[in-house]
């Protein structure tokens, strides 16, 4: 379950900040209210983890592999967000109000929890579609071995239904110069009956 700061009143973006840089917890800032990120599972660190660095290793030259500490300004919306990792290609943009926040990631990536499922696949993710340079907000089950993709079809619009791959599927990603395969993202964390491999 995902924790919210109970405030007397709706806090500014400025006011979040001042306490989001001191705090050792991440929180996001949704239409004034702070909301506390949870800490991931072993086996959402894990899938995390080993995602990325198949990412890292087959990432255009110019692009990046970025960790769940990177904050992201939504201009849409007024929110920020983060994912539990993401793709940027060339340098970092920023808001001209939060010099840590970033609004240019090409991928984002998500592995669900109970707890934060349907913001994942909701809110989050209409977040994250209208940024400009995102081109795939990828999902990731943990009690499956299955990646939905969602992606960009045109500049001002996304496809309806996500691709969704399981196990023995490959998939490509923007800006990824090899494609992906589910097992390598999922052997050793979660077997083929969905049942983690960490316990």
């Known amino acids: 379950m995902r924790a919210v700061l109970r405030l007397d009143r709706r806090v500014t973006y400025a006011e979040y900040l001042a306490t989001e840089h001191q705090s050792p917890v991440r929180h996001e800032y949704l239409d004034g209210v702070v909301v506390a990120m949870a800490g991931g599972s072993d086996e959402h660190n894990a899938l995390m983890m080993q995602l990325a660095v198949l990412c890292a290793n087959r990432c255009e030259p110019g692009c990046r592999v970025f960790p769940a500490d990177q904050r992201f300004w939504i201009p849409a919306t007024g929110r920020g967000r983060y994912s539990d990792g993401s793709i940027i290609c060339g340098a970092p943009r920023h808001p001209p109000h939060d010099g840590q926040a970033t609004t240019n990631p090409v991928v984002v990536f998500e592995v669900l929890s109970p707890s934060t499922e349907g913001d994942d696949e909701g809110d989050k993710r209409i977040d994250f579609q209208s940024l400009d340079a995102l081109e795939a907000y990828v999902v990731l089950a943990q009690d499956d071995r299955r990646v939905r993709v969602y ?33 390598d993202i999922y052997d050793g964390i979660i077997d083929q009956a969905g049942q983690s491999l960490l316990r």
């Open 151 to 183: 992606r960009r079809a045109a500049p001002s619009r996304w496809l309806e239904t996500p691709d969704v791959w399981t196990d023995g599927d490959r998939f490509e990603l923007p800006r990824l110069r090899a494609p992906l395969l589910v097992a």
